[in-house]
T-cell receptor
Framework: SQQGEEDPQALSIQEGENATMNCSYK?????LQWYRQNSGRGLVHLIL?????REKHSGRLRVTLDTSKKSSSLLITASRAADTASYFC??????????FGKGTRLHILP | DTAVSQTPKYLVTQMGNDKSIKCEQN?????MYWYKQDSKKFLKIMFS???????INETVPNRFSPKSPDKAHLNLHINSLELGDSAVYFC???????????????FGEGSWLTVV
């Protein structure tokens, strides 16, 4: 069964702007991860946030987690053309399954 | 020095055929997965093996049979291929830790299967 749902499904922004993607999930989780998938490639891990954490940073990435709302957001600051990709959240509920959402397709316009 | 490698990358075959996709990881991980990504980019787990033992088997037709000869390899064999099997199949691996710490998954580049 699907766990995470990303929002929006697609997002186009100008280079240099910030991009925000959201993920909502249904059941309690131990941690949540974000992955990036470039066109025609496999997924690459970006960042992991544990259920007892509220915010995490990695370079231009900022992830928040609100367990009361069962939601997470991924913020990419100062976007670049190379950030064009699909972004997936993945939830780990402790049952050995890491469930991926449908992804947000991000397009950075020059 | 590819971490998770899968072959073939592209596969076009006729309905009814049997085909295999091979996967190998050199990361020393103990858990391997097969995911299926459909045309809408939805990524769904199919199987997971830990130290050669099956731990996850989602609702997948029994035409799909995974085989793990050792913990560095997880192959996927598909019998009697159907049009609906057309998708991208991703092999992945991770080091199984406690769930709270998180299992980062490392993906292969995918195998594009087209059934005609």
């Amino acid at each position: 069964s699907q766990q995470g749902e990303e929002d929006p499904q697609a997002l186009s922004i100008q280079e240099g702007e910030n991009a925000t993607m959201n993920c909502s999930y249904k059941t309690s989780i131990n941690n949540l991860q974000w992955y990036r998938q470039n066109s025609g490639r496999g997924l690459v891990h970006l960042i992991l946030i544990r259920s007892n954490e509220r915010e995490k940073h990695s370079g231009r990435l900022r992830v928040t987690l609100d367990t009361s709302k069962k939601s997470s957001s991924l913020l990419i600051t100062a976007s670049r053309a190379a950030d064009t990709a699909s972004y997936f959240c993945a939830t780990d509920a402790g049952d050995d399954k890491i469930i991926f959402g449908k992804g947000t397709r991000l397009h950075i316009l020059p | 020095d590819t971490a998770v490698s899968q072959t073939p990358k592209y596969l076009v075959t006729q309905m009814g055929n049997d085909k295999s996709i091979k996967c190998e990881q050199n990361l020393g991980h103990d858990t391997m997965y097969w995911y299926k990504q459909d045309s809408k980019k939805f990524l769904k787990i199919m199987f997971s093996y830990n130290n050669k033992e099956l731990i996850i088997n989602e609702t997948v037709p029994n035409r799909f049979s995974p085989k793990s000869p050792d913990k560095a390899h997880l192959n996927l064999h598909i019998n009697s291929l159907e049009l609906g099997d057309s998708a991208v199949y991703f092999c992945a691996s991770s080091l199984r830790t406690n769930s709270f710490s998180g299992n980062t998954i490392y993906f292969g580049e995918g195998s594009w299967l087209t059934v005609v």
